[in-house]
């Protein structure tokens, strides 16, 4: 069974940081990505940033230059350090893993069971 914990939410003020953490378990092969969405209230989820195992990052353009997505080397966990947190940071974070099989071509997503990130004064 795949498991991805996540830790690392909180209650922060405007122009702080927090890093948020999310490990997999539970799966015998590789994951091509690993990333983290967001919903806010009322709003659909997002992306924030993706990175894929031979380190090829994304961002959206509200994280870039703010928020920095790293990938343990050889393990499926990825790091999310968020700095000059905004008002507009508010939600939920969600991980999300990415395994395509090599041999189907079926991408297998996973997620998360969410963390609550709150930026306010």
């Known amino acids: 069974q795949v498991q991805l914990v996540e830790s690392g939410g909180g209650l922060v003020q405007p122009g702080g940081s927090l890093r948020l953490s999310c490990a997999a378990s539970?799966?015998?092969?590789?994951?091509?990505?690993m990333g983290w969405y967001r919903q806010a209230p009322g709003k659909e989820r997002e992306l924030v940033a993706a990175?894929?195992?031979?380190?090829?990052?994304n961002y959206a353009d509200s994280g870039k230059g703010r928020f920095t997505i790293t990938r343990e080397s050889g393990k499926n966990t990825v790091i999310l350090q968020m700095n000059s947190l905004k008002l507009e940071d508010t939600a939920v974070y969600y991980c999300?893993?990415?395994?395509?099989?090599?041999?189907?071509?079926?991408?297998?997503?996973?997620w998360g069971q969410g963390t609550q990130v709150t930026v306010s004064s």
């Open positions: 999300k893993a990415e395994r395509v099989s090599g041999s189907s071509g079926y991408r297998y997503d996973y």
């Open positions: 539970g799966i015998a092969y590789r994951i091509n990505v």
């Open positions: 990175v894929t195992d031979g380190g090829s990052t």
